[in-house]
């Protein structure tokens, strides 16, 4: 079974894309900060991490640097409820060695599921 952390500062969004992801037959665990992810991340150690961008005292893409060194076969999709960001986070995506799908919230369970799908899909 494959396994996604779901990473979002809103308890409400992450519990939800969590269960989104349990309903479709992933196994799947919530967080709801950076540093909360990174324990989590090594003891649960996902196949997926889904990750919003915006969130305080530690940003989702310098999660997604630590996790990528940390471990190199997890998948990324970043989330962002800000559109002006767009540009900045596929230009960071670019940077590293795997893919790195980016969504714009809210989106669509299906739109979530079949991007996640395509980036395991690459592993």
Excluded: W
């Excluded at 969590?18 to 090594?42: P, T, V, W």
């Excluded at 996902?46 to 076969?73: F, I, K, N, Q, Y």
């Amino acid at each position: 079974m494959q396994r996604v952390l779901v990473v979002d500062d809103d308890r409400l969004v992450a519990d939800t894309l969590a269960l989104i992801f349990e309903r479709n037959g992933f196994a799947a665990k919530a967080a709801y900060s950076a540093d909360e992810a990174l324990e989590c991340f090594r003891k649960f150690a996902p196949h997926l991490l889904l990750c919003d961008v915006t969130m305080p005292a530690r940003d989702g893409l310098s999660l997604v640097e630590d996790m990528t060194r940390e471990l190199p076969s997890c998948r990324i999709l970043v989330l962002t409820g800000f559109y002006s960001n767009l540009k900045s986070i596929r230009e960071q995506a670019r940077k590293l060695d795997r893919p790195l799908g980016v969504l714009t919230k809210p989106c669509q369970p299906a739109e979530l599921l079949r991007e996640a799908a395509a980036l395991l899909a690459t592993s």
